[in-house]
Structure formats: structure tokens, C-alpha cells
């Protein structure tokens, strides 16, 4: 089995909950380089009140390096909501990075965002023809369907393999 390796890492800044403060907030966290270099984006985050921050931000990120679990906390200066930040985790290099965690917290302290992605909305597609097709029928494919269902029979497996061996690891700690 040939493994292919990760040259870096990056996951968007998704807003924690939906309001004033948090409808403008947007950014990214990357991790990159063979030191495992970090950096940090912020744009449009605001206070309960939906005006801009000014003020020091944390991102705070749980990880696993080589097996072993490491906590990064690495203040962002906000200057009307905007700020970025960079660190070096200094590992050496091919050393293997799990990311188990990432939050923005404000300067209050209480959480902004954590790290995932952002799916943009698709502008609405007019048709052009009134006419639709379905797609096929199980009678019509039953072969792609047992395929498929399969497919995802052997996923659900291994998502639940891996999601007990994370617990395990999580109770090692």
C-alpha cells in the first residue's frame, strides 16, 4: 500500500455561531514547511455588538506531533477586526502533524470560530429546457448500485475503525 504525504495543511476560519458578531469573520489557518510553520488569517471579526475588534485574538490549536499530543497558543492582533499572526512549531523535518483542533477565541475570551470549510452558496442555475430527466431507477443499474453500497458499506467501517482508535489514543493522554 503506498501512502502519499501531506506537504501541508490549511482549513478556513467557520464562524462558531451565526449573529453580529461573527457574520463578517472570515480567514484561514495553514500549516506548512518542513518546521511546520503556522499561520493565521483573520478578516471582519467583530464584538456582540457587530462593531470591529480591536484587541489580541487567540488561536489555539490541539495537536498530535508524532504521536504525541501539543497545544499551540498563538496570539492575533486584531486592528478593526483584521489581523494575521505566524509561529514556526519547530519540528524536524518529516515529522507528522495532526491537526485535532482549532479555535478562535476573542479577546473576551469567548469562541469566534474553529477550523473546517466553507462551502460557497452556487448562484441559482436557470434552466434552459423544461424538460428533465430522473436519474435511473436501482432496476436500471443494479449493478453501480451494489457497487456503490459497497463502497460505502467499506467506508462506515473504516470511519468507525478509525473514530475507536482516536478514542483510545484520546483516553492514553
Known sequence: MAASLAHGFQADLVPIRIGPATEDLEGWVAITGEDGHIRVLVEGGNDEKGEPIDGIATLQLRL?????????SLPV??????????????????????VRSIRLRAPSGRTLA??????????????????????????????????CQADLSTAQQDLAECNEELDLCEELE
Open 64 to 72: 498530535r506531533v508524532d504521536g504525541r499530543g501539543r497545544r499551540v
Open 114 to 147: 474553529t477550523g473546517g470549510a466553507l462551502v460557497e452558496r452556487q448562484a441559482a442555475v436557470v434552466a434552459t429546457t423544461t424538460t428533465t430527466s430522473l436519474p435511473p431507477t436501482p432496476e436500471n443499474c443494479p449493478a453501480a448500485l451494489t457497487a
Open 77 to 98: 492582533v486584531l486592528d478593526t477586526g483584521d489581523g494575521e499572526a505566524e509561529t514556526s512549531l519547530n519540528v524536524v523535518p518529516g515529522a507528522r502533524i495532526g
